[in-house]
C-alpha cells in the first residue's frame, strides 16, 4: 500500500502531537511526585540539658529566605553511615604522611556497627585507596600507598566523590559525610567551588573537616575563597564541623557519635519560595536543643 506525501505529513504531524503529549503527561506526573513528597533535610540535633524527651517537629523551626516552613515530620535515623575520607595527599601540604595515616585510622577505629569506609587521596588526580570497608586492618594497610607530590585539585577530587561514589548509593542511603583531611587549598581544578558546593548541599551530604595548618599564609585566590575559607563553607554550609587535624582521635569520636545518635530526616513542603532560586536555609530549636543543617537549598534547575 503507498501514501501519498500529504498523508505522510500528516501521520507524521499526528505522530509528533501525541509524542508531545506523552512526554508532558510524564514530565506532569513526575513533578507532581516531587511536589507530594516536598523537601528533605538531614538534620543534626541533640538535647543540651537532661531531659530524655524525644525531641518532635514542634520542637524545630525552619525558615526559608526568611519565611517560616512548616514541618510535615522529624524522624530519627539509626541507618548506618557511609563515609568518605579525602585526604590531600598533594607535595606542599603541611602534614607529614605518618599524621594521614594516623587521621585517618582514627575514623576507622570510631566507627559503629554496619558503617563503612571509602578512603580517597587526591593530589591532581583523586585516587582509591581502599573501597568501602569497615575492617581496619584492611584500611591500616591501604594507607601504605598514601604520597605527597602534585598540586591539590580538591573542587574536582570533590566532584568525583560526590558523582562517583556517593551518589550512586542514592536514594537507597540517605547518611552519608565525607571527611576532609586538608586546608582547603585548590590549585588547578576545573569544577568551581560554588558548583562543587552546591551539589554536596543538594544531595544532602555533611562535609566534616580535619583541617591542616594553611600553607598559603591566607593568601588570596582568585576566583574562589581563601583556602580557610573554603574549609568553613563546606562544613558550616553542608551542616558539618571542623576540627584541626592534631585533635584527630576527638573529632572521629565525636562524629562518630553523631553520625549514629543525632541524625534526623526533617519533611516539610516549601511554600511562598521558588524552586528555581537558591534558597537559604535556617533552623533553630526549643531552648535545651542544639540543631544543625545545611544553610541552603540549591536551585532545582541544573
Known amino acids: 500500500m503507498k501514501f501519498s506525501a500529504k498523508q505522510v505529513l500528516c501521520f507524521a504531524l499526528v505522530l509528533l502531537f ?16 516531587v511536589d507530594s513528597e516536598g523537601a528533605i533535610l538531614s538534620v543534626v540535633a541533640t538535647r543540651t540539658n537532661e531531659s530524655k524527651e524525644p525531641i518532635k517537629p514542634e520542637n524545630l523551626y525552619l525558615y526559608e529566605n526568611d519565611i517560616e516552613q512548616k514541618i510535615k515530620n522529624l524522624s530519627f535515623d539509626p541507618s548506618p553511615s557511609k563515609i568518605v575520607v579525602l585526604v590531600d595527599n598533594s607535595q606542599t601540604v603541611r602534614a607529614d604522611i605518618d599524621a594521614l595515616k594516623k587521621a585517618t585510622m582514627e575514623f576507622a577505629y570510631e566507627i559503629f556497627e554496619g558503617d563503612q569506609l571509602f578512603v580517597i587521596g587526591y593530589d591532581e588526580k583523586a585516587e582509591i585507596i581502599q573501597e568501602w570497608s569497615d575492617d581496619a586492618k584492611k584500611i591500616e594497610t591501604s594507607t601504605a600507598t598514601f604520597r605527597k607530590q602534585g598540586n591539590p585539585y580538591l573542587f574536582d577530587a570533590l566532584s568525583s566523590t560526590v558523582s562517583e561514589i ?18 582547603g587549598l585548590d590549585r588547578g581544578s576545573k569544577a568551581p567551588f560554588d558548583k562543587i558546593l552546591g551539589q554536596l548541599q543538594n544531595q544532602n551530604i555533611t562535609v566534616y573537616a580535619l583541617q591542616i595548618p594553611d600553607r598559603t599564609g591566607g593568601a588570596y585566590r582568585r576566583n574562589q575563597p581563601k583556602a580557610p575559607e573554603v574549609i568553613k563553607q563546606l562544613t558550616e ?32 513542603q516549601p511554600t511562598n519560595t521558588s524552586s528555581y532560586d537558591a534558597r537559604r536555609l535556617f533552623v533553630i530549636a526549643d531552648e535545651g536543643i542544639a540543631v544543625r543543617t545545611k544553610k541552603a537549598q540549591p536551585p532545582n534547575v541544573k
Open 18 to 33: 501525541f509524542a508531545s503529549f506523552a512526554d508532558a503527561q510524564s514530565r506532569h506526573s513526575a513533578k507532581s511526585i
Open 166 to 183: 556517593l551518589m550512586p548509593l542514592m536514594p537507597g542511603t540517605r547518611k552519608t559525610a565525607v571527611i576532609l583531611i586538608s586546608d
Open 237 to 268: 554550609g553542608t551542616g558539618g564541623k571542623s576540627f584541626p587535624i592534631e585533635e584527630a582521635q576527638t573529632a572521629a569520636k565525636f562524629i562518630a557519635d553523631e553520625m549514629r545518635k543525632s541524625r534526623y530526616l526533617l519533611s516539610y
